[in-house]
């Protein structure tokens, strides 16, 4: 018995309710799909603070929801693979636990025991979440990767877990048109 034993059969209970046909590849995908980024923190749940349902977004959650290369690699390759133009919400959220990476010593320790770069990890750090998601928006948009073809709009948002709300703090933008070389 693990915690797992309990998910399995609350998942016995979804599939005996759940629509099949939210569960089969649409025979044509909508123009634009949503899809949030956040942090892996349990209380950072999309199906609870958003109230994401089966089939409605995709969700790419990684610690601390930060933009790295892995990212927008995937957020390529969905927008590629399903035919769509992706909606990109980014989620940070107050009191993240990426926030010890800003502790110089236990970031170094933490350096040490992974072989990590130190300097790599101070900046995946969310000690604010404003500025941090303003600078992941920023960092999405700068890429050659999310033209617009593949990226419809790209936002950024707050989660304040003092209360349950989430706050906009970049407007939906869009991608430029072409990139320079
Ligand atoms: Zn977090």
Request: proline share 4%; charged share 25%; net charge negative.
């Amino acid at each position: 018995m693990s915690e797992f034993s309990e998910l399995l059969q609350r998942n016995r209970e979804f599939a005996a309710r759940v629509d099949l046909t939210r569960l089969a590849m649409p025979a044509a995908m909508p123009d634009r799909l949503l899809l949030v980024l956040t942090c892996v923190d349990p209380r950072v749940e999309p199906a609870g603070f958003l109230g994401v349902g089966t089939g409605d977004a995709g969700v790419l959650r990684n610690v601390g929801g930060r933009v790295d290369a892995r990212v927008r690699e995937d957020i390529a390759y969905i927008a590629m693979r399903l035919g769509v133009r992706l909606d990109v919400a980014v989620i940070h959220h107050t009191q993240c636990g990426t926030g010890m990476l800003a502790e110089p010593t236990f970031r170094r320790a933490y350096a040490d025991r992974a072989g990590l770069d130190d300097a790599g990890l101070a900046a995946k750090a969310v000690t604010d979440p404003v500025a941090t998601v303003r600078e992941d928006v920023a960092k999405l948009l700068g890429s050659p990767l999310m033209s617009n073809d593949l990226v419809a709009s790209v936002s950024g948002h707050v989660l304040r877990l003092e209360t349950g709300l989430v706050e906009t703090v970049v407007e939906a933008v869009a991608p430029r048109e072409t990139y320079a070389a």
